[in-house]
């Protein structure tokens, strides 16, 4: 019998986040990524953290600071306030909180992330990553347009 994913998606583990983990399939949409990449906090995933960030941001990343990140907290839930599935053609929004316990009690963390859709997969755009781009260079997502005109609004 399988397990409840802990996306809290109400999904077994098997049909919900464990596929995208292993590279089976991919998220569909913005909800579906943000989902599994909490899941993916909550088990210590960071390689899955990083590969489901824009390719551009993934050398940037700090994989030691995620991994401590993730190990040091006591992760507690996940709400999804608000999926935006079309901000304009190429980028979704999911409005979240995500619970975790500390010695004061139970804290979350709320953010309004974007995502960003490359070949038909979703990536996330990482807005605490320092970009190195003028407005009018192509923008990083390989879209084609310029940067400004494209993921640069929600960075």
Same mark, same amino acid.
């Given at each position: 019998?399988?397990?409840?994913?802990?996306?809290?998606?109400?999904?077994?583990?098997?049909?919900?986040?464990?596929?995208? #983990?292993?590279?089976?399939?991919? /998220?569909?949409?913005?909800?579906?990524?943000?989902?599994?990449? %909490?899941?993916?906090?909550?088990?210590?995933?960071?390689?899955?953290?990083?590969?489901?960030?824009?390719?551009?941001?993934?050398?940037?990343?700090?994989? !030691?600071?995620?991994?401590?990140?993730? !190990?040091?907290?006591?992760?507690?839930?996940?709400?999804? @306030?608000? #999926?935006?599935?079309?901000?304009?053609?190429?980028?979704?929004?999911?409005?979240?909180?995500?619970?975790?316990?500390?010695?004061?009690?139970?804290?979350? #963390?709320?953010?309004?992330?974007?995502?960003?859709? @490359?070949?038909?997969?979703?990536?996330?755009?990482? /807005?605490?990553?320092?970009?190195?781009?003028?407005?009018?260079?192509?923008?990083?997502?390989?879209?084609?347009?310029?940067?400004?005109?494209?993921?640069?609004? %929600?960075?």
């Amino acid at each position: 019998m399988s397990e409840q994913c802990i996306c809290q998606s109400g999904q077994d583990d098997e049909n919900c986040c464990q596929p995208f #983990h292993l590279g089976e399939r991919y /998220p569909e949409n913005a909800e579906q990524l943000m989902r599994s990449r %909490y899941a993916a906090y909550v088990q210590k995933n960071i390689d899955y953290i990083v590969t489901t960030t824009v390719p551009a941001q993934q050398k940037s990343l700090d994989k !030691e600071a995620m991994l401590q990140w993730s !190990e040091e907290t006591q992760w507690d839930g996940l709400d999804i @306030i608000q #999926h935006r599935p079309k901000v304009d053609k190429n980028h979704a929004q999911v409005e979240f909180k995500a619970y975790y316990l500390t010695s004061e009690g139970r804290q979350f #963390h709320h953010e309004l992330s974007t995502f960003t859709c @490359i070949d038909g997969r979703w990536y996330f755009l990482d /807005p605490t990553v320092e970009i190195a781009l003028t407005m009018k260079q192509p923008c990083l997502c390989g879209s084609g347009k310029k940067f400004k005109q494209c993921c640069a609004p %929600y960075l």
